[in-house]
């Protein structure tokens, strides 16, 4: 086992109030006891803490008010004071924290992407805990990641993470929805997310959170995609931490997928939302999902959308489905001029070359079934 992991810890709404209404500080004592125990054998840890609606929501209850409280209006309120209560239980371990709020805008822009990849790592090279949530009191519905299971993923592959500990009500995975079906059986091991899985996985589960088990699924495979090992457990379970730390088996461990991606390729994967498309023959399709190609003007049938050059788009085929996703050369202008042409014949057409291809291989991820 390494002894110096870098490790995600998402922490669900349930988890930290115990399926009540105002953050349970005796659980979360209870937490920090064990990521402060797992630090000092080497390993470094990060919290995605939910939480901050909830907290808003008792923090308010007594308050004289006509109004209705709109979301962004319980996540100011509420993050104040989770932060505050994260920062005196870790303080009784002399450990800092450092609060990171982020919006999906964040991580879709390259810039910010990197720059918030460095304040994290600098925080956890810095033995400063990070305590990552949405910036919800600003965030509107179109920049959100929207649910802390999928900015978890995000965190973890910002931070190279090695696991990523998806903490909730259930016990893990399990093969129909336990709180329906007497017989349902926990999945320990997951080496590949398909579709009989997402299947299984339905819904939201919970009524305090955001997310459900269709959210862990999909951060799941965004975060082993990336490199990184999921694990669904229950978080209120005693030890839970440092039992998964120390690979115990316990709730659905997710592996990491064989064909992970690198640096570049993680951004594309989980960051921007496509700005078009283009739609390719089945020449192309195969080429670029068999052989390990580049997107060539000349497999390219139509385009979809206006966008720049440098912009992410999707790669479908002629069913509509999107292969791939990947950074285009040429502006939406531009490839409406250049398609179904030779690369040599890109020249010519538009009296300049932004490269002989339109997506090259080394911005382009493959998209799974
Ligand atoms: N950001 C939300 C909160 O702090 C939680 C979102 C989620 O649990 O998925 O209340």
Same mark, same amino acid.
């Given at each position: 086992m390494k002894n110096n992991k870098t490790i995600v810890v998402k922490l669900g709404t349930s988890v930290l109030t115990g399926n009540g209404y105002h953050l349970d500080t005796r659980h979360m004592v209870e937490l920090v006891r064990q990521c402060a125990l797992m630090m000092e054998q080497g390993h470094k840890i990060i919290l995605v803490s939910s939480g901050a609606i909830a907290a808003g929501r008792s923090q308010l209850v007594n308050h004289k008010s006509d109004l =209705?409280?709109?979301?962004?209006?319980? !996540? !100011?309120?509420?993050?104040?004071? %989770?932060?505050?209560?994260?920062?005196?239980? &870790?303080n009784l371990y002399n450990i800092p924290v450092g609060q990171m709020l982020l919006t999906r805008a964040d991580l879709e822009d390259r810039e910010r992407y990197l720059r918030a990849k460095h304040t994290l790592n600098s925080l956890i090279n810095h033995n400063i805990l990070p305590i990552v949530n949405e910036n919800d009191a600003v965030c509107i519905e179109e920049i959100k990641v929207g649910d802390n299971d999928n900015l978890s993923a995000l965190t973890a592959i +910002?931070?190279?993470?090695?696991e990523l500990y998806l903490l909730t009500d259930q016990s893990g995975l399990f093969s129909c929805d336990p709180r329906k079906n007497k017989d349902a059986e926990l999945i320990s091991t997951v080496s590949k997310i398909d579709n009989k899985l997402k299947s299984i996985a339905g819904g939201s589960g919970s009524d305090v959170g955001t997310g459900g088990m269709a959210? *862990?699924?999909?951060?799941?495979?965004?975060?082993?995609?990336?490199?990184?090992?999921?694990?669904? !457990?229950k978080g209120r379970e005693p030890n839970i931490i440092t039992d998964l730390v120390n690979e115990k088996t316990v709730g659905t461990r997710f592996k990491v997928m064989d064909d992970i991606v690198e640096g570049r390729k993680q951004w594309i994967l989980a960051g921007p939302t496509a700005l078009g498309s283009v739609i390719v023959d089945d020449g192309a399709q195969n080429a670029l999902l068999?052989?390990? @190609?580049? $997107? +060539?003007?000349?497999?390219? %049938? @139509?385009?979809?959308? =206006? &966008?720049?050059?440098?912009?992410?788009?999707?790669?479908?085929?002629?069913?509509?489905?999107?292969? !791939? *996703?990947?950074?285009?050369?040429?502006? @939406?202008?531009? $490839?409406?001029?250049?398609?179904?042409? /030779? @690369?040599?014949?890109?020249?010519?057409?538009l009296g300049f070359i932004n490269g002989t291809t339109i997506? /090259?291989?080394?911005? $382009?991820?493959?998209?799974?079934?």
């Open positions: =209705e409280y709109d979301k962004d209006v319980l !996540a !100011a309120v509420g993050q104040s004071n %989770l932060i505050q209560t994260w920062q005196t239980l &870790f +910002l931070a190279k993470a090695d959210t *862990k699924l999909q951060a799941a495979e965004i975060a082993t995609r990336s490199g990184v090992e999921v694990i669904i !457990a068999n052989k390990g @190609s580049s $997107l +060539l003007a000349k497999g390219v %049938l @139509s385009i979809k959308g =206006e &966008f720049n050059s440098s912009s992410l788009i999707e790669i479908k085929n002629l069913n509509d489905k999107t292969i !791939a *996703k990947g950074i285009t050369s040429y502006n @939406s202008v531009e $490839l409406q001029k250049i398609k179904g042409l /030779h @690369s040599e014949d890109i020249k010519k057409e997506i /090259h291989r080394d911005d $382009l991820v493959v998209i799974e079934n």
